[in-house]
């Protein structure tokens, strides 16, 4: 039966995910059969398991970091915003529909069954669980319905640490807070504080190590500096979707208001030279060397977020200039004629793409979960670079798409997806940039289209992760009491 720690956060994008994903490590390091969980998880950020079921990524890459295979075990409910007031429900990988959220609140303990069968099965199979919660244990008017922090802890039975932010600023606040409007049996399960994200000089905070025990009453684990390594995040709140830096070759992402699987782009950022930015505005998107159209949960709004905002004509514009255009998922539908949704399947309605590929797509109720790999087939334009590379990824998308041009790729079960038109292409297949050989023949081509030489290279993309979880690792279990964390997992609560 396998032990558990849960980590709880003070707020949202504290650094719970990655702080977890350093454990899984840790644990895996120390010899150890480790799972991640995370009963609840909003995020438009997903991925296919090998069943072909739907999980979110956070526990995806904390499944990696802890060398095991993602289940939706793991994860077994994900909400996916379509509206600002309704999500797509998925449970243990399968969905269950689309529920306002006044109705999903009203409804989400009656999921408690599905969470404990999926917990107890890992329970079975691995000797740690690390848990994840979620935002804030301390929402009042949320807290009597909770099944994600507090409500799975003591359905888990998992002893808690607390982590804060102190790069955010008032880490006191935060933790003391947060500690001061737990029940009584709620604080007894907290067993440690982590204060996470400092940068400077340790030492400085020795005083704050004090303060922080003596009012809190609970041990510091941890101050954890603020660790630079380059590892997938899912969350909204990313840093990634603030970057605005130009380097000698510029990738612009579109930052839609319903942005899906922007990881996508992550394999770009390991070049040298290369800056990965994401736009939201016209006037910056400026005259990049690529400009890629991301996944979205909302196409038809997205859509017209584009046209009314002025980023389609600027889009247009640098499409007729020869600019590189790549759409995935939502963006390759997005690129093309026209897109329907008669059912109503995402937000309803009708509207016309930006017409920069021959296809029309229409959504119906039934939406595609696999993995896939095989080959590009294209012949002439930018993208003719990647003729016959093979590539590697999964399809997740509601919405079927009719290609009356040129296909972009061959799949190995010998059908075909994407499209193609010059300098334009688009796929429904996320991840289709992370072989090695696809995304180094891509910068290639754009070094060479500017007319400078390339010179570096990078390695492949499952390589390049196992280095940045094992970087991330060894520096929190240097600025953590590993004995302290061992000891709490042994006596539980």
Known sequence: MAKAIMIQGTMSNVGKSL????????????????????????????????????MGRAQVMQAEAAGTEPSVLMNPILLKPTTDSGSQVIVNGEVRGNMRAVEYFRRKKAFIPDIMAAYSKLENDFDIIVIEGAGSPVELNLKSDDIVNMGMAKLAKSPVI??????????????????????????????????????????????????????GNKPVVGVVPFVSCDIDDEDSLSDKLEK???????????????ISNFTDFDVFSQYKNVTVRYVSKAENLGIPDLIIVPGTKSTISDMKFLRESGIEAAVKKCADNNTPVFGICGGYQILGKKISDPDNSECGGEISG??????????????????VDGKFTCSDGFFSVLDGTYFYGYEIHMGRTKVCGNSLVQLNNNTFDGAYSGNVGGSYVHGIFDSKEVSESIIKAMFEKKGLEYSDTAI???????MQYDLLANAVRENIDMNLIYKILEEGV
Do not use: H, W
């Open 19 to 54: 702080f977890s994903a350093a454990l899984c490590r840790i644990f895996k390091q120390d010899g150890y059969r480790v799972a991640p969980f995370k009963s609840q998880n909003m995020a438009l950020n997903s991925f296919i398991t090998k069943e072909g079921l739907e």
């Open 162 to 215: 607390m982590v804060g932010d102190i790069d955010r600023g008032g880490v006191f606040a935060q933790l003391l807070g947060t500690l001061s409007l737990l029940e009584k049996d709620e604080l007894d399960m907290v067993k440690g504080i982590v204060v996470n994200k400092f940068r400077g000089d340790r030492t400085l905070f020795n005083d704050g190590v004090q303060i922080l025990e003596e009012r």
């Open 244 to 258: 605005n830096s130009v380097g000698l070759i510029d990738i612009a992402v579109l930052k839609l208001p319903k």
């Open 354 to 371: 930006m017409g920069l590929l021959d296809t029309e797509t229409i959504f119906d109720s039934g939406k595609t979960r696999t993995r």
């Open 460 to 466: 492949e993309r499952k390589a390049y992760k196992e």
